[in-house]
């Protein structure tokens, strides 16, 4: 068995500590375990800006993703709007055009039906324009009525060698009708006769003698179309001996029938 004397091993192993601090002061450790700690942290600083880059294009993305998601709404809203606008509108076109078709309708057929009781009544040319329609007013509010219409006259075509013996001829009438006709039907400021109205002619009723048919607006026609039975008479009767030929809008309409 060897013989350790423990002294002697002590002051051995105190020795070889010395040498190792004393190593380890003079030559700094450059050893792998230093190389592994900076690696580590240059590791995990690349992982926080990996981390810190990825959330930012996540919002990024999730912003464009929202913005996409919310024009496509917009643009898909706008056009089922614009075709629900297109489809009412062409059915309240569809019905409009039903409704002014009907109404003008309505009005062509009492037009029509008032101008065949007329020709029934009086077929024969030969007293043409000196007549009367009896009844007119009666007929004609209740097509007026039941046309949608405003008013409906008789106003037979006169010559303009013809004007004289038509005013006596139609104030004759005017004054021997039962019932009679309110006051003043058929006067004017200037007295009795067919009239035209243009207030720029400085009359107080704004009235004016028609004589001819080619003064107001130059027709080709020289004729006159005075009103002589009005539907709605009671109201009505201030227009009695009005020609509405000497108007240019239904002048050139009456003209227009004529050619």
């Known amino acids: 068995i060897p013989f350790y004397d423990a002294s002697t091993t002590e002051a051995t192993n105190t020795k070889r500590r010395r040498r190792m601090k004393k190593q380890t002061i003079d030559n700094p ?10 690696l580590y942290s ?11 880059v990825g959330r930012i ?9 929202m ?3 919310g024009v496509s709404a917009w643009w898909l809203l706008r056009a ?27 009005r062509i057929m009492a037009t029509v039906s008032i101008a065949a009781y007329v020709s029934e009544m009086l077929p024969d040319a030969d007293p043409w324009p000196y007549v009367t ?8 509010t209740n097509l007026v009525k039941t046309s949608s219409g405003v008013a409906m006259g008789f106003a037979p075509i006169i010559r303009a060698d013809e004007v004289e013996k038509f005013e006596t001829f ?4 005017l004054g021997n009708t039962i019932p009679p006709f309110p006051e003043g039907t ?17 009359a107080p009723d704004g009235r004016y003698r028609v004589i001819n048919g080619t003064e107001s607006y130059g027709s080709p026609h020289n004729i006159l179309a005075p009103l002589l039975h009005l539907s709605e008479q009671s109201t009505n009767s201030r227009f009695i001996m009005y020609d509405p030929h000497s108007e240019p809008l239904r002048g050139r309409a009456i003209d227009k029938m004529i050619d």
């Open 186 to 202: 058929g006067m004017s400021s200037f007295g009795r006769g067919i009239f035209g109205i243009d207030p720029s002619r400085g």
């Open 57 to 65: 294009v996540f919002v990024v993305f999730l912003c464009f993703a």
């Open 67 to 69: 913005t996409g998601l």
């Open 80 to 106: 089922e709007e614009t075709k629900l606008a297109e489809t009412q509108f062409k059915s309240f076109a569809e019905r409009a055009i039903i409704e002014a078709t009907s109404f003008f309708q309505k």
């Open 133 to 140: 329609v009896r009844g007119f007013n009666r007929l004609g």
């Open 42 to 52: 240059v590791s995990s600083d690349q992982t926080a800006a990996a981390v810190w």
């Open 170 to 173: 139609a104030y004759d009438y």
């Open 29 to 38: 450790p450059t050893s792998s375990s230093s190389s592994l700690h900076r």
